[in-house]
């Protein structure tokens, strides 16, 4: 533990910035992953013949082993290989095609008497999705943003191999000296955001269903 304290002191500013890029690395993704995946999901859930295609579609790009797609984007984008943005396009990537199959499970899981309910109060159908379907869903598309979220913070790790600055380079600088002190360190860090991030997705799906806290885990 005094090898890590002492590390961690004499590379406070380079970790601290490491920190800071690793959690803007894994957390825009999961933001505009999740954007892209609410109208698309919509449409898997309202459009029961794309969904088997589309849904199967998302979950081959799911596959795609993470260092392939840092790669592999650089040369589609026109990128270098160490910019940042090839990441979070990756990782957006992933977390949309995660998400699209939670929204619209999410969907699906509302009881069809209660759309029937709010048809019969005058709702229209957008006022339906946003005013009930949405919200009753959110516990289920909570629960698929905590796996993206979590997953994104170990991918984001992955991005090192390629020298994409952040602290993943804990691990390779570990290897490159023979020292289990950044390797532990960087390890602890990781874990130490994951479940930051957990936590915050469960409250603020806590925040966004006040009627069902009780039973969210």
């Not at 690395?25 to 919509?42: D, Q």
């Not at 088997?52 to 790009?61: E, N, T, W």
């Not at 019969?120 to 949405?134: K, P, S």
């Not at 020298?163 to 993943?168: D, I, P, V, Y």
Request: with cysteine; hydrophobic share 55%; proline share 5%.
């Amino acid at each position: 533990m005094t090898a890590l304290w002492t590390y961690l002191h004499a590379n406070w500013a380079q970790i601290r910035e490491w920190s800071l890029t690793t959690v803007w690395l894994a957390s825009v993704p999961v933001a505009a992953g999740l954007l892209l995946a609410l109208p698309c999901g919509w449409l898997a859930h309202r459009h029961r013949w794309a969904r088997l295609p589309f849904v199967s579609a998302m979950g081959v790009v799911y596959t795609v082993p993470s260092i392939v797609m840092f790669l592999v984007l650089p040369e589609l984008l026109g990128t270098r290989i160490l910019a940042p943005v090839n990441v979070v396009i990756a990782l957006t990537l992933y977390t949309f095609a995660l998400l699209v199959r939670t929204v619209a499970d999410g969907l699906d899981s509302i009881p069809a008497t209660t759309l029937e309910t709010a048809a019969a109060m005058g709702q229209t159908r957008w006022q339906r999705l946003l005013r009930v379907q949405l919200p009753l869903a959110v516990p289920v598309i909570g629960a698929g943003v905590r796996v993206a979220a979590v997953s994104n913070v170990s991918l984001v790790s992955v991005a090192s191999v390629i020298g994409t600055s952040q602290l993943g380079q804990l691990f390779v600088t570990g290897n490159n000296v023979s020292s289990l002190t950044p390797i532990v360190l960087g390890l602890i860090l990781f874990i130490g955001i994951a479940l930051a991030f957990d936590l915050i997705v469960v409250g603020l799906t806590r925040l966004l269903t006040p009627w069902n806290r009780s039973v969210i885990r």
